[in-house]
């Protein structure tokens, strides 16, 4: 079993930038990818950026150039640097895990492990 523990979020005007990490713990050594998903209020949970265990990257459209994933393995941490965040990047951000590399639970939305949450609010 693994747990995910974000932190980072609150909240910064629009233009500013908040760096969300998450740790994991448990059985990490099962884990290949690593995400970011959020959810705004009313809409569907969406996947922000993804990293496999050999720190391939992706990224939806709305956050390339702006938003940055990264891994550190050693700690068992992923990060999400969010640059030149606008109101509509508000929502509750969601840490996930699977011992699949990307592709398989970013095609299916099914991810082994989530954390619960960091909310991100960003004002205009």
């Known amino acids: 079993q693994v747990q995910l523990l974000e932190s980072g979020g609150g909240l910064v005007q629009a233009g500013g930038s908040l760096r969300l990490s998450c740790v994991a713990s448990g059985t990490i050594f099962s884990i290949n990818a690593m995400a970011w998903y959020r959810q705004a209020p009313g809409n569907q949970r969406e996947l922000v950026a993804a990293i496999s265990s050999s720190s391939h990257t992706n990224y939806s459209d709305s956050v390339k150039g702006r938003f940055t994933i990264s891994r550190d393995s050693a700690k068992n941490m992923v990060y999400l640097q969010m640059n030149s965040l606008k109101p509509e990047d508000t929502a509750v951000y969601y840490c996930?895990?699977?011992?699949?590399?990307?592709?398989?639970?970013?095609?299916?939305?099914?991810?082994?492990?989530w954390g619960q949450g960091t909310q991100v609010t960003v004002s205009s």
């Open positions: 996930a895990a699977d011992r699949r590399q990307p592709l398989v639970p970013i095609t299916f939305g099914i991810w082994d492990y």
